[in-house]
């Protein structure tokens, strides 16, 4: 029983082995003119010609080493990361960088090793299983062919007998056939051990990221406070200098016109309930009351009620997040909103919250004309930076014609 079990799962898994192994064979080729281009450069190079174009090889055999890593860590169901130093600068920057770059050793290596390996395996992923259907037909129309013209495996099938023994012979091979999902999981194995980077590197990239997160944050920062003084020194403090002078006039005038004093008094009220509106709505763009009272679907229940164009809310997401989380999906969702509202001359907006416990998903899509871009300065690059400063990420799916859909996965571990 355990034998016809395992037999049936051999065979389920038997297509998907085939074409990762076809595919590997086009990408084996394409491996091999990327080496034979590389072996001509580099001898170029003992002469001093190609010396300019190796960094340019090496970028173009980027994009199939990066291909490579999909596709073994789609079989592997596992991540393979890709960390290269950025070749940039002049000539002598970019080839020390070219060579000091472990990358490109890994890279090196994996094109010789599947140069080499691709194209003869892809053929055996389409000769065995093609033979072994041929041994099995062999009896069935041995005789209806000319006497002589059956050779399988190197003997003549004239017989009976022979007949019957190549119909034997299609056992093992597909027996071999079977084994192709192990030959594919050891090709996508081979990949991640040549073009997966060592810990060192990740570790490398990761603190690198951090860096550069890290300074964005201090920037986004920066720039908010900057936002805050300006709206209390342009706005509540103008409006309070102006309670205090009005409110010492109506004092001077207390005795000579008291009911013009009365007067400057009712200016100096509203001028003052103006004042409190503007610190409520800074307050308010620090962080915004409704989501420390009601949490954050109420929070953008109450953006989206106040969107000019119709807007669909569906709240996947369940239960409170750190403060620091909701604040930032908040501000993500007020600011997409916004940026629809003004550029995108859309008729309909959804707001979706999901995700699990970990991470917070936040998904805004309007039917807009599309074309958007994070350009910097811009309202979908401030979205960016505020995913980024919480070791998140910002997507942009915006085609010419629309729709325009902006996710955000924020992370919400300690």
Not at 60 to 69: I, N, V, W
Not at 107 to 114: I, K, S, T
Not at 291 to 310: K, N, T
Request: charged fraction near 20%; hydrophobic fraction near 50%.
């Amino acid at each position: 029983m355990n034998t016809g079990r395992r037999f049936l799962e051999r065979l389920r898994r038997l297509p998907a082995a085939v074409g990762y192994l076809m595919i590997g064979g086009v990408t084996g080729l394409l491996a091999l003119f990327g080496a034979m281009g590389l072996f001509v450069v580099a001898v170029l190079s003992l002469i001093g010609v190609g010396i300019p174009a190796l960094p340019e090889a090496a970028r173009l055999l980027r994009p199939l080493a990066a291909f490579e890593r999909r596709r073994a860590a789609a079989r592997l169901g596992t991540p393979i990361e890709q960390v290269y130093r950025p070749l940039t600068g002049d000539l002598r920057e970019r080839l020390a960088t070219l060579v000091a770059d472990p990358a490109n050793k890994r890279d090196l290596g994996w094109l010789a090793v599947h140069a080499l390996t691709g194209f003869p395996l892809a053929g055996l992923a389409v000769v065995l299983p093609v033979s072994a259907v041929n041994q099995v037909l062999i009896p069935v129309y041995w005789r209806l062919l000319p006497e002589g013209a059956i050779n399988s495996y190197g003997f003549v099938v004239d017989s009976w007998p022979r007949a019957v023994l190549s119909l034997l012979i299609a056992i093992p091979v597909g027996a071999l056939v079977l084994r192709f999902p192990v030959l594919a999981e050891v090709q996508a194995r081979a990949a991640r051990a040549l073009l997966a980077p060592g810990e060192d590197a990740v570790l490398a990239h990761r603190v690198a990221e951090l860096t550069a997160t890290r300074a964005a944050a201090l920037d986004a920062h920066g720039a908010e406070l900057r936002r805050i003084e300006r709206d209390l020194h342009d706005g509540a403090q103008a409006r309070i200098a102006a309670v205090i002078m009005q409110l010492g006039l109506a004092e001077q005038l207390r005795e000579r016109d008291p009911e013009a004093a009365a007067g400057m008094v009712r200016t100096a009220q509203d001028t003052a309930t103006a004042a409190l509106a503007e610190l409520r709505d800074v307050v308010r763009s620090v962080y915004p009351p409704v989501l420390s009272d009601r949490g954050l679907a109420s929070a953008v229940s109450a953006l989206a009620a106040r969107s000019p164009i119709p807007c669909v809310v569906d709240l996947d997401a369940t239960g409170r997040r750190p403060m620091a989380v909701e604040a930032a999906a908040y501000f993500v969702i007020a600011e997409a909103l916004t940026n629809a509202t003004k550029h995108a001359r859309a008729e309909n907006l959804s707001v979706t919250l999901g995700g699990t416990a970990e991470l917070l998903v936040v998904e805004v899509r309007d039917d807009g004309a599309g074309g958007a871009e994070a350009t910097e300065g811009g309202g979908l690059a401030g979205i960016r930076r505020r995913a980024e400063a919480l070791d998140g990420r910002m997507t942009l799916d915006s085609p010419p014609g629309g729709p325009t859909v902006v996710r955000v996965e924020l992370p919400c571990g300690s």
